[in-house]
């Protein structure tokens, strides 16, 4: 017998040792899909992949990567992805008014990578020196960006040229100037034209939207809201640590993704998010990275309605929820200095 209760209590002591340490539970499996090929501009999520952060929160998240061909938006919509990045708040506005039930959940970019280039010299040496060149501009572009350009800083329609996202057109011409990303297109000047051309980031301009957004659906916050935070939480990690990290990992895994994908452009993006304050900037500097604020998404709708984008009648108060963000996560991983 007292062998036997010997027994049953170590049993008990052991049992009890494994409820403490917490049950084993499989993770979660997550599809997230973006909108491009895999780039640095992706970073934090492949970051928290590759260092085993969405591991840490149970999460096993497939990235599936966007392109040409591939429209990850109606895929979320349709309940085959659970989240995807989306490009900025008109795409939220858009789902909105045509009653399609995703919502913007965080922003992991405080401002949009939106660019005008000009020739260093081509006498502009201010913003509004570039309503004296020729600009190229894409189809979407005059459709939303081009419209505020007109209604904010009285750029006009006849200063636009098509642009079909090749360089060479402004690489033979100083008097144009060319829209682009801050993270890609100043990199190809350089690489192509041999200079640094002047650089305008639209979001310095007032042209306030939130970029980089995380997306999902309705019934995945009404059902899994705890899936929902971890998920969140976990790629706001993942940014802090690609930004102020070792980020080998996470970029020899965006290369996988994308092989046509080079070290110097993954460098020069990820320095350029860090110059300009892309990620890590406004109100992310004191809530974390991923921030929402409701005077900023309506701040953004105004300039979008009086500018001709977005119909006055869109609720915009349901394109976005504050829920999962602002909890000063991963603040402690940001540079003191």
């Given at each position: 017998?007292?062998f036997r209760s010997l027994r ?125 060149l020729n600009i190229l501009v ?120 994308n092989p046509e994908m080079t ?75």
């Amino acid at each position: 017998m007292r062998f036997r209760s010997l027994r049953v209590a170590a049993l008990a002591i052991f049992a009890a040792a494994l409820t403490l340490a917490g049950p084993a539970h499989a993770q979660d499996k997550v599809t997230f899909g973006t909108n491009w090929v895999a780039e640095a501009e992706h970073g934090g999520f492949y970051q928290a992949v590759a260092d085993g952060t969405y591991a840490k929160y149970g999460l096993d998240v497939t990235i599936v990567p966007g392109g040409p061909q591939i429209n990850n938006r109606i895929l979320l919509a349709v309940g085959k992805l659970d989240f995807y990045m989306g490009a900025n708040m008109l795409h939220a506005f858009d789902a909105v008014e045509r009653k399609i039930p995703t919502i913007v959940i965080a922003a992991m970019f405080q401002k949009d990578p939106q660019v005008l280039l000009a020739h260093p010299d081509a006498g502009v040496e201010t913003f509004d020196d570039l309503k004296k060149l020729n600009i190229l501009v894409s189809s979407e572009g005059v459709a939303t960006y081009y419209q505020w350009l007109k209604s904010e800083h009285g750029f006009r329609d006849e200063q636009v040229r098509p642009y079909t996202f090749n360089p060479q057109p402004f690489l033979a011409d100083r008097k144009l100037a060319m829209q682009g990303y801050v993270t890609s297109e100043p990199f190809v000047v350089e690489k192509q034209g041999g200079f640094k051309p002047k650089i305008f980031l639209l979001a310095d301009q007032g042209f306030d939207t939130y970029s980089t957004t995380i997306e999902t659906r309705l019934e995945v916050i009404e059902k899994k809201s705890d899936l929902v935070q971890r998920f969140v939480d976990a790629s706001i990690v993942g940014w802090y640590n690609y930004l102020y990290g070792d980020n080998r990992k996470a970029n020899e895994l965006i290369k996988h993704h994308n092989p046509e994908m080079t070290d110097d452009l993954i460098a020069f993006s990820t320095e350029k998010m860090r110059e300009y304050g892309v990620v890590d900037s406004g109100d992310a500097a004191k809530l974390g990275i991923g921030a929402l604020s409701e005077a900023r998404v309506k701040s953004f709708f105004d300039k979008m309605v009086k500018a001709g984008v977005v119909k006055p009648s869109v609720d915009w108060r349901r394109s976005f929820t504050t829920q999962f963000v602002g909890r000063k996560v991963g603040l402690d991983l940001r540079p003191k200095n």
